[in-house]
């Protein structure tokens, strides 16, 4: 099922590759970099229509752009520390940030308001998930608690506390199932029942840090998890690791499956693998870039392209980004999932 071979590699950063992000379309790359040394990205998510891409940095605020312009459309402000996480709602309609806050926002994509503020737990919020078809969010953090939310439940929200790690929640992924799993720093697997909030079984095996996790999108008993050093394919069913990957990646921080079962997407970090490649100007020039302001960089990237890295360095200088209008009208939504506070 599995080549284990590298099929496209893409450069344009200058440092370190921290996050990165596939549109649902396959069509488009998103990649972003700890480039200078006042600001670095920390998070990116685009949402399943495609339309929106958000990115985090150091300063609190969730950058909220239109994928097709590279517009910024809002700057949302309300956490009080730095973002490590970001996840958009299956209709794209809504978009949830975890922070050093201990804090996780749920932001209305459309107006940019803040819906909801949610304080329960006691340390950094690490990851987010929302579920594809039902009304649930979930949300890992450093005081090793998942906490599962049903917005079908009358306001104030009381989530299922599930505890059941040893480390930061890094990783969640909700499957076509009623299952979820969770992952992280304890190197461990743990998949719950979602009705019973239970734990259903632990997945042992990897040796690092499990930065990343995803489901298959068939019939949901597949899932595929990535530490810095492998990537393994389980089945949640039978507790059985069916493969075991080794990559090159320096640090791996994204994996997904194809579609129609032909294989796993796994990206991150390369150093000194292509130390003789480089990339031509004109090559470079079909890569837009997003920047952040001061000095962090969002990379924008077609599918098309099959640009190599030069060696990694340190780019120290600091980049004024170019400001752009917000757009005059914006659509409606159509729904809210919850109400506005």
Known sequence: MFANRSLSLYGGHDDEINCLVFSNDFEILLTASINGFIRIIRALAISNDDRYFASTANDTNVRLYETRT???????????????????????????????????????????????????HTSAVQSISFHPKLNLMATGSHDHIVYLYNFDNP??????????????????????????????????????????????????????????????????????????????VWNIFSNDCLHRLSIVNDLSCYVRFLPNNRGLLVGGAVYE????????PRDRARTKRIREPVTGETVLMSRQQTLLPRRARRDMSIKIPTHRSRPTTQRSILRKRIPVE
């Open 70 to 120: 590279g517009c910024l459309l809002y700057t949302l402000t309300g956490h009080t520390h730095s973002s490590d996480c970001l996840h958009f709602s299956t209709d794209s309609q809504l978009i949830a940030s975890g922070a050093w806050d201990c804090r996780t926002i749920l932001w209305n994509v459309i107006t940019g308001e803040k819906i909801y503020d949610f304080h329960h």
């Open 155 to 232: 306001l104030p929200l009381s989530p299922s506390m599930l505890r059941g790690h040893f480390g930061n929640v890094r990783a969640l992924a909700f499957s076509n199932l009623p299952f979820l799993a969770s992952a992280g720093w304890d190197k461990i697997i743990v998949i719950w029942q979602i009705e019973m909030t239970r734990i259903r079984a632990r997945l042992f095996g990897h040796t690092g840090w499990i930065q990343a996790i995803a489901f298959r999108n068939d019939d949901g008993s597949i899932l595929a998890s990535i530490d810095d050093d492998t990537v393994r």
């Open 273 to 280: 693998l292509l130390a003789e490649q480089w990339t031509s």
